[in-house]
């Protein structure tokens, strides 16, 4: 066998070798998301740019806001350049469904009548719950923080790494895709930040 023969058959080798091995791996799969996450294609999207843009203050980033028929409120950054942090930073705060499984701070839960407000933020890529009562609400829903535009039950708004959706029964759900898959989901049965 010549050199140039000997050279042919080795490149085949380990071209063959590779393509065996690259096969035979498993595929990369993203983090499944929690039982009950809705599937976020099948709602009707809305212009972001339809009035669901504020800014707090001149000099400071925008944010995409919007509003739920559930007394909830929410927003995250909405600034023109990508996102340089671990998330994009959702901030919901609210009446929220399915939190009685969520300990009280400082394990004082909240007297008849108290409001009970119910928040999600980021922490580092992941987000998580808290939740809080105060006293004066004597049966109806605590007020919001701040407003927003209405994102109407079978719609959803996406913004850069963002998705947020609002279904029917009280459900909401964002998901946050800048560092993996993570976001919330709120609802009756059981809501769950991941």
Known sequence: MTAAARLVARIVAVVSAALVMSCASSPQHAAALPP???DLNSFTPVVV????FMQLREGTSRLVNFSTPYDIVCNFYGGEQPVTAPSQGIDCNGDF????SYPWPGG???????CVLGEVQAA?????FHRSAYAGCDGNPPTLPYGGKPLGVGQ??????????????????CLDTTSGQHGFVL???????F
Do not use: E
């Open 36 to 38: 009950g996450f809705p």
């Open 156 to 173: 959803k708004l996406s913004y850069q790494n963002v998705t947020c959706a609002v279904g029917p029964d009280r459900l909401v759900a």
């Open 49 to 52: 740019d339809d009035g669901y």
């Open 187 to 193: 609802k009756p049965s059981g809501s769950v930040a």
């Open 108 to 114: 004082v839960p909240a007297r008849p009548g108290d």
């Open 124 to 128: 580092g890529a992941a987000y998580q």
């Open 97 to 100: 469904p399915g939190m009685d």
